[in-house]
């Protein structure tokens, strides 16, 4: 099992694709792209299958998340989700999306066993959604999750990020929007994970604020902490306007919940991350390469779960952000 020294057990895989994306939101990357890794450091997909397999059979990993970067650029995506999900005992797999492109693929990647999708949605205003993400690619997006319910991939998730200044109107149309159409809504705080390194506290849109946001039309209720397990998102049963479902948030920088982690990350050139902040990676591709057996790989990648930090410590006044960007790094 991959055990932490805080008694944590690592079941949930984030494996990132690529740190390719065709969106450039401003919290993420600058308007012109970064320095992509180059092809011959990405992972091929015999790769990416090994270890997942080791991670499945060996390690005890239960569930599959697939990112990126952008993982719907990654050609041969249905193939990789159809090989994972043929593993015995078989993971449950996951993807998270920009969306755009998701309408095309959505009823194969279904039939190839992906059970569900999370797709980054940031508001419903196209101008908006063209100033954050310098695309305007907003029906895209918008068709690939209607694409995505009717394959199947249920319930459909959608995550959001709000900006002080930019997007915080957002809130409610965003929860009205989702239980018009049946999905379930995560607002995320954003994150010290820009590769502008700009992030600052006070251009964050906190937990409570959010919640504030969407008091102004929606009476929420929380749900039972018990039914939260590891998840991130604490969730409310939010009603009003003839309207009821389900919404969550993931207050990441005010209300960490390092202690109920579970996931570790396999980035697209192969280093395994035991937290989405860590500085230290460990080199499976190079053990990979280099003939290590199956057992080798799984013991290295062991040590590195080993070593997880209690938390990612962002209040601390020694705290730096990963060299990586989020992109680099996939959630």
Partial sequence: MLLDGHGRRATDLRVSLTDRCNLRCSYCMPPEGLDWLPKPELLTDDEVVRLVTIGVERLGITEVRLTGGEPLLRRGIVDIVARIGALAPRPEI?????????????????????????????????????????????????????????????????NAVLLRGVNEDAAVPLLRYCLQHGYELRFIEQMPLDAQHGWQRSTMVTAEEIHALLAAEFTLTPLPSADRGSAPAERFTAEGGGLRGRVGVIASVTRPFCGACDRVRLTADGQIRNCLFAREESDLRAALRGGASDAEIAERWAAAVRGKKAGHGIDDPTFLQPDRPMSAIGG
């Fill in 94 to 158: 996951s993807l998270t999306t920009n969306g755009i492109g998701l309408a095309k693929v959505a009823a194969p990647l279904h039939a190839a066993g992906l059970a569900r999708v999370n797709v980054s949605l940031d508001t419903l205003d196209r101008e908006v959604f063209r100033r954050l993400a310098h695309r305007d690619r907003l029906p895209d997006v918008l068709a690939g999750m209607a694409a995505a319910a009717s394959a199947g991939l249920a319930p459909v998730k959608v």
